[in-house]
């Protein structure tokens, strides 16, 4: 059984946005971290991010809002902070309060900013297969997983527990893209047990702790746990009951340790993403421009 | 053996049509179809929707490009069919021929008016289960149709062949939000017959005449095909060999008189939805701008 680590793809991915800030003198890509409130889950998050980030040569910008922050002002300062040319991709803390109109900040959202494929501009392009487009991180962090310990997908058939749209069916679209056969079951399923065993690779993102044990999966079977619960003991498990689940499994990924530290690399690497497109844009229209000026010149033919 | 005939959900959307024009005097819902060149299909589909908008009671206007239209003007006089106040959906024949940029047309379509659900507004609308949003009309016919002969899909396995933006993707999530279990298979399948014989529903939409017969279904399963083809004797024919399905599936649509009838209907379903929101949402303005008008009339308090 082979334990699918997430510091190994970490690693990977934190070398490339090293790469990218060693090869763009001066330019720092900067994350704004929007978040209402003061969930603790939000705050561990957000700190999570902030120290990884700073190991990634990356920026962390966090704006504040009170919990009982008005529409108006809240949308007034994310058009704000949306139009700072030194902002390259936003993270929105969410659910937002429900005094907060989502789909105005959607938006006021530049897709091109939206590093956690929340805009429709993104969840279409994800659909759509284009290449550029944000998925939604954590989707994007299993694709990640599998990639990076070479698990083949092509044929392969997947089984997704989870119909979200921060993991199930983003995912469902990017497994597509891969080739892959997708089966996404949900809470809904009948017979959930007997479609999971037919799984070379099955998927969990439930949000129940150690729900999903070895009778669910097949002898050989990769499995990965997108499920970060706090158990009764206080400790942090997965949707998988991972003791059992590995005597079973060809490979699986711990909780901690496993799909969750991707989740914050992948928002670094679409923040250099971002950044590169963005500073590559703002050359070439300097470039444009300073054509254009020279073509005017006085005395040219 | 149910035979799953496309006049009955045909004629149910035809009265809805017919009803919503009874009681809306004098507003006719005009669909516009955007064609460039002269291919034989496109023309085929054009004539089919001219005639049996008629019945619905629903105006057609036809857009015709030469073959060789430049972007330029393409784009231009695309703009001007989209603004026009008195055209309230619009259908383009795809592919485009490479001249034309679709990305950019893409762009200039109001996603209000797309009803065959292309823009990335409503492809993002569908995966994000918004009842408002367009699902192209051949995926919406398929829902039709399981819902219009009462068929359980709730916790049913549903595999689709075929991932296409058109049918399988978004067919996909349509009936994930219809809480069915959903898996879609393509060419790169393993396993495909195996796959198919665990469906409760089983939707076929590759394109290729015949490909599925009686050995891909399970005993009473329920089979919607989805494929017109024409074979070598100049048949129209389905993706599935419908002789012997028929003798294995509990219910399987045929091909002509299957899902190709209720795709139209669904097209005028959705024309008329487009146009009741239009002219919904032009009386409510009126309605404000008297309002303000009134209130700024003088001698007011």
Redesign the interface.
Known sequence: MQELRGKLVYDQIKNECLDFVGSHNGIMPALAIVRVGERAEDIAYENSVKKRFMDFGLEVKTYEFLGNVSNVDFQHAFRFINQDPEIHGILVMRPLPKQIDEEEMLGNMDPAKDLDGI???N???V??GDRDAFAPCTAQAVLEMLKGYQIEM????TVIIG?S?VVG??L??LL?QE?A??????S????LKE?CQ?ADILVVAVGRPQMVGSSYIREGATVIDVGINVDQDGHLVGDCNYDTISLKAGAVTPVPGGVGVVTTAVLAKHLVQAAGRQIKFTSEEETKDQYLEDAWKPGRP
Do not use: D, F, Y
């Not at 056969?181 to 949900?186: D, F, G, L, R």
């Not at 809904?188 to 017979?191: Q, R, S």
């Open positions: 805009t429709r501009q969840l279409a392009g659909m759509m092509q044929g392969k058939h119909r749209l069916k983003p469902a679209m597509l080739n056969t997708v089966t996404v079951c949900h809904k399923t009948e017979n479609i037919s």
